[in-house]
């Protein structure tokens, strides 16, 4: 490979696509077969002499030629790092050094379109817990290294999954250089107006370094949601549910740092951009087709005391039904963002009336909203509405007083033609008497 390679960047550029560059081509071909099919056999030792000659010889820099060997070898560095051992062997220094190699690939090969309009600032400050130093780091819209694509596609998505591979292991000192993945990715979010399968990898990235910074560095935390949530705003009408499950996963991820957030960012812009996400969720959720909703029979019902993951006092979502376990989720997002909004709500009202008494400022309630939905909406709104009311009702102090006055219209409802709409205001119900009593 290296005779080959010298002897292809030594030809002149007319003739790099003759014997040559060829024969390069046919090497690193070879040099990956040998990788995938050895991958489960070689040691430690051995897989760190592969990363070390993947890293010297695939182009990243932006000024760097293009070369015939890029695919072939980003594919065998992924074949790498896909085998766990091998990323949980790595050093830290090499661990990180590799890291930023991938970083400058990402940011070399992803593909640039437009960039779209975000909704917060787009700068990120982290101070990084282990070392002390202020990091601070803004997501541009255009960036030099985003300036000129020499190549695009498949490196980019296999780059991306070994930067994935190397964030998401349990031992990686991923804190140190968590505020640079960060914003490599955050400026490919931002730069890209679509979707596709990088912006799940993407995510599931960001979801990695997120579950560490929660515990180790909460403002890095914190920045990454603030800045996540309008993409996510955006993204979430992708047809891909793959994305859309990634986005969940962030969302129930940060759903205490959002509960917080009317005591740690209580401003305009926290209020635009949690009320536009609760939206365009909730918009999304209603347009469903009925069965892809979360179901009834994915759920337990159950007087056992023993406490289950993802469940309400006497019922929870069954662990074999992935599907449901996500529409779950998706109600609990719902709920904790519409109580979350609400406060927000009621505190700018407070601002309001605080500089300017004479002129109350009045926002709507979206905990009523959800209510007055669950009774009078149109049938899936209905119940989406209705699936949200018991998630509410964890939250007693936030709907107690409406209670009462809801319980004789809910018990009407349970005669509706739609046997749908009919169940789930049983469940309701359960959970109004409950509470009352």
Same mark, same amino acid.
């Given at each position: 490979?290296?005779?080959?390679?010298?002897?292809? !960047?030594?030809?002149?550029?007319?003739?790099?696509?003759?014997?040559?560059?060829?024969?390069?081509?046919?090497?690193?071909?070879?040099?990956?077969?040998? %990788?995938?099919?050895?991958?489960?056999?070689?040691?430690?030792?051995?897989?760190?002499?592969?990363?070390?000659?993947?890293?010297?010889?695939?182009?990243?820099?932006?000024?760097?030629?293009?070369?015939?060997?890029?695919?072939?070898?980003?594919?065998?560095?992924?074949?790498?790092?896909?085998?766990?051992?091998?990323?949980?062997?790595?050093?830290?220094?090499?661990?990180?050094? !590799?890291?930023?190699?991938?970083?400058?690939?990402?940011?070399?090969?992803?593909?640039?379109?437009?960039?779209?309009?975000?909704?917060?600032?787009?700068?990120?400050?982290?101070?990084?817990?282990?070392?002390?130093?202020?990091?601070?780091?803004?997501?541009?819209?255009?960036?030099?290294?985003?300036?000129?694509?020499?190549?695009?596609?498949?490196?980019?998505?296999?780059?991306?999954?070994?930067?994935?591979?190397?964030?998401?292991?349990?031992?990686?000192?991923?804190?140190?250089?968590?505020?640079?993945?960060?914003?490599?990715?955050?400026?490919?979010?931002?730069?890209?107006?679509?979707?596709?399968?990088?912006?799940?990898?993407?995510?599931?990235?960001?979801?990695?370094?997120?579950?560490?910074?929660?515990?180790?560095?909460?403002?890095?935390?914190?920045?990454?949601?603030?800045?996540?949530?309008?993409?996510?705003?955006?993204?979430?009408?992708?047809?891909?549910?793959?994305?859309?499950?990634?986005?969940?996963?962030?969302?129930?991820?940060?759903?205490?740092?959002?509960?917080?957030?009317?005591?740690?960012?209580?401003?305009?812009?926290?209020?635009?951009?949690?009320?536009?996400?609760?939206?365009?969720?909730?918009?999304?959720?209603?347009?469903?087709?009925?069965?892809?909703?979360?179901?009834?029979?994915?759920?337990?019902?159950?007087?056992?005391?023993?406490?289950?993951?993802?469940?309400?006092?006497?019922?929870?979502?069954?662990?074999?039904?992935?599907?449901?376990?996500?529409?779950?989720?998706?109600?609990?997002?719902?709920?904790?963002?519409?109580?979350?909004?609400?406060?927000?709500?009621?505190?700018?009202?407070?601002?309001?009336?605080?500089?300017?008494?004479?002129?109350?400022?009045?926002?709507?309630?979206? %905990?009523?909203? %959800?209510?007055?939905?669950?009774?009078?909406?149109?049938?899936?709104?209905?119940?989406?509405?209705?699936?949200?009311?018991?998630?509410?009702?964890?939250?007693?102090?936030?709907?107690?007083?409406?209670?009462?006055?809801?319980?004789?219209?809910?018990?009407?409802?349970?005669?509706?033609?739609?046997?749908?709409?009919?169940?789930?205001?049983?469940?309701?119900?359960?959970?109004?008497?409950?509470?009352?009593?």
């Amino acid at each position: 490979m290296r005779i080959e390679r010298a002897a292809y !960047l030594s030809t002149s550029k007319s003739s790099k696509s003759s014997i040559t560059a060829n024969r390069l081509r046919e090497c690193a071909f070879v040099f990956r077969l040998a %990788v995938e099919l050895g991958v489960r056999k070689i040691t430690s030792k051995t897989a760190n002499a592969v990363i070390d000659h993947v890293v010297d010889t695939l182009p990243v820099a932006a000024d760097a030629p293009s070369q015939p060997v890029t695919d072939d070898y980003s594919r065998s560095l992924k074949a790498i790092l896909d085998h766990a051992p091998h990323v949980e062997h790595l050093r830290d220094k090499k661990w990180r050094t !590799l890291a930023e190699f991938l970083i400058q690939g990402v940011s070399r090969y992803a593909p640039e379109e437009a960039p779209p309009s975000s909704g917060l600032n787009t700068s990120l400050v982290s101070q990084h817990s282990r070392n002390g130093r202020t990091t601070s780091f803004r997501v541009s819209q255009s960036s030099g290294s985003y300036a000129t694509r020499h190549d695009a596609g498949r490196p980019a998505e296999d780059l991306f999954c070994c930067l994935e591979r190397l964030t998401s292991a349990t031992n990686a000192p991923t804190m140190s250089i968590a505020a640079d993945v960060i914003e490599c990715i955050m400026r490919f979010l931002n730069s890209s107006s679509s979707s596709g399968s990088l912006h799940q990898i993407a995510f599931s990235c960001v979801n990695s370094i997120t579950a560490r910074a929660i515990t180790e560095d909460s403002r890095l935390a914190q920045r990454i949601i603030l800045d996540i949530i309008p993409t996510i705003r955006r993204l979430w009408p992708s047809k891909s549910l793959l994305l859309r499950d990634e986005m969940l996963i962030t969302l129930v991820l940060s759903s205490d740092i959002i509960k917080a957030m009317p005591q740690t960012h209580s401003n305009d812009d926290v209020y635009s951009s949690l009320s536009n996400l609760l939206e365009v969720i909730s918009a999304e959720y209603s347009r469903r087709n009925e069965r892809d909703i979360l179901q009834l029979d994915e759920m337990v019902f159950s007087t056992d005391q023993k406490q289950q993951v993802m469940s309400l006092d006497k019922f929870h979502i069954r662990a074999e039904h992935t599907r449901g376990t996500f529409n779950w989720a998706t109600i609990s997002v719902l709920a904790c963002l519409t109580l979350t909004v609400d406060q927000l709500s009621h505190t700018k009202q407070e601002h309001s009336a605080n500089e300017n008494p004479s002129k109350r400022l009045r926002l709507t309630n979206g %905990v009523e909203d %959800v209510f007055r939905q669950s009774l009078s909406a149109s049938a899936l709104t209905k119940v989406r509405a209705l699936q949200t009311v018991p998630f509410l009702l964890n939250d007693y102090s936030a709907v107690s007083d409406i209670l009462p006055d809801l319980l004789a219209q809910y018990t009407n409802q349970i005669l509706d033609e739609d046997r749908t709409v009919a169940t789930w205001t049983m469940v309701a119900i359960s959970r109004h008497a409950r509470r009352i009593r």
